[in-house]
Every structure is written in C-alpha cells, then in structure tokens.
C-alpha cells in the first residue's frame, strides 16, 4: 500500500465536504495531530494524524511545487 505523502502547506482534497460545501483543506500545523484549514470559510480543525490519513484523498498542490514554479528566469545579482 502506497503511503500518502503531505507536508506543511499543502492544499489537500478530502473525502468529505466540509459543512460549507468545501472539500479543499490547507495543512497549517503538523504534528502528532494535524490542523488543517477549510479553503472555503478558513475554518481550522485539529484532527489526529491517523484519521487525516484515512480522510484524505489526495494532495491538489504542494507547497515544495509551487516553489518549483518560480524557478523560471534566473536571476543573475
Ligand atoms: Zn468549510
């Protein structure tokens, strides 16, 4: 079984809709639980790391991605 991999700022799909309508989370906090931030009304919840696992889908954008994304046109100082 392929273990699912997040980190610190990543934009997650989770299984179930929040209450607003959003199944988009943010992880602001990891830890042996994880906060996790709705992208639809910026509601924050602590979760234990193991029902995040099982909740999560997949991860919709990485932060270590996006860094990548600015990598275009190299600066010269
Ligand atoms: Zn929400």
Known sequence: MERKTFQLGDIVLMKKNHP???NEMEIIRMGMD???KC???KHSV???RAKFEKNMRKVLRSAAESEEGNSGGAQEI
């Open 20 to 22: 607003c309508g959003s």
């Open 34 to 36: 994880i906060r996790i």
């Open 39 to 41: 992208v639809g009304c």
């Open 46 to 48: 602590l979760i234990p």
